[in-house]
């Protein structure tokens, strides 16, 4: 079993930053890919990005391009996402996510999630 907890979230103005930390315990030797997922009331679930444990490679939700990056740690079992300029259209619950395939379309273990609201 893995367990990802996220932490991070808070409120920010709109043109602003935050970064959101997942961190990764238990089996984390079982882990291809880690991501991020969001949602935001009324809607439904949203990939944003995702990466490979091993080699430097990640991908991105169209949405998030050019503002979002993903990052990890495999020292520190930690994951990273830097959301820069951000929108109040990004408001929503941001999951942290665990995986055997890339990109993490699909998720095998999730996270709590940290709220993450931008205010106009």
């Known amino acids: 079993q893995v367990q990802l907890v996220e932490s991070g979230g808070g409120l920010v103005q709109a043109g602003g930053s935050l970064r959101l930390s997942c961190a990764a315990s238990?089996?984390?030797?079982?882990?291809?890919?880690m991501g991020w997922f969001r949602q935001a009331p009324g809607k439904e679930r949203e990939y944003v990005a995702s990466?490979?444990?091993?080699?430097?490679?990640?991908d991105y939700g169209d949405s998030v391009k050019g503002r979002f990056t993903i990052s990890r740690d495999n020292v520190k079992n930690m994951m990273y996402l830097q959301m820069n300029t951000l929108k109040p259209e990004d408001t929503a619950i941001y999951y942290c996510?665990?995986?055997?395939?890339?990109?993490?379309?699909?998720?095998?273990?999730w996270g709590q999630g940290t709220q993450v609201t931008v205010s106009s």
């Open positions: 996510a665990a995986g055997p395939r890339f990109p993490l379309r699909s998720a095998q273990y």
């Open positions: 990466i490979i444990r091993s080699i430097p490679s990640t």
């Open positions: 238990g089996r984390t030797s079982n882990i291809y890919a």
